[in-house]
């Protein structure tokens, strides 16, 4: 599951871990950065607001390392037992923030990223369509701002117009649903997809 901060990823995963439950399926879910001790002591990190001076290349490094660990401690020993996991967050948002934003390019962050991975890839990427102002209003309410929160709209921006391109790049494997829709609708397009991606066949 990916969009920009404050798209409501976290509420649609909840809605399908319970939709897949009901149709039977074992789900895991991992957030990025984190989902392990590890991955965890690496967001504090990351996120941490005193560390302005930390460059792109060490902050691609350390979301692909809680990647990596999350990959290995847990998706992929839950999918070799045969259950499915989704992910709040993952290669895509490292390919928009980091390759995008940060203009380190999506080939480099693709080839760092194929260390973290190895064999394993997202088979649907759900993309939470929601413009710059309207995810930072929405988070502003919320929380103290972490360090990528805190950057200006322009790079909100270009992560937005990052994600756009991705999905249009890449429609076999990317799903564009709009954010401002009401949650209801929004779940219930996910599901479609997830239905005819995975079970009419
Ligand atoms: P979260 O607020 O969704 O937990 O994500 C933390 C922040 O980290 C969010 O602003 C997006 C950013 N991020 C990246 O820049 N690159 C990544 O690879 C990931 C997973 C998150």
Redesign the pocket.
């Known amino acids: 599951m990916e969009g920009p901060?404050g798209s409501g990823k976290t509420t649609q995963i909840d809605l399908l871990k319970k939709y897949l439950e009901n149709r039977g399926f074992d789900i895991v879910i991992a957030?990025?950065?984190g989902g392990t001790e590890i991955g965890e002591a690496i967001r504090k990190i990351i996120?941490n607001r005193d560390y302005q001076e930390m460059s792109h290349m060490t902050e691609l490094l350390l979301?692909a390392s809680a990647r990596a660990q999350l990959v290995n401690q847990v998706i992929r020993p839950a999918l070799e037992e045969g259950k499915a996991v989704i992910c709040?967050?993952f290669v895509e948002?490292?390919a928009v923030?980091?390759g995008i934003g940060r203009g380190l390019g999506v080939e480099t962050v693709y080839e760092v990223n194929g260390y973290a991975l190895g064999d394993v890839a997202p088979k649907l990427t759900i993309f939470m369509d929601l413009d710059a102002e309207t995810g930072l209003k929405r988070k502003k309410h919320q929380t103290k701002l972490?360090r990528?929160?805190l950057e200006d709209l322009t790079f909100h921006k270009r992560v937005v117009e990052g994600y756009r391109q991705l999905a249009q790049l890449y429609p076999e494997r990317i799903f564009p649903v709009d954010a401002t829709l009401p949650i209801e609708e929004i779940h219930s397009m996910i599901t479609s997809e997830v239905e005819k991606r995975f079970f009419q066949k």
Do not use: K
């Open positions: 901060d957030r990025e950065p996120l979301y709040d967050r948002s490292s923030y980091q972490d990528m929160e």
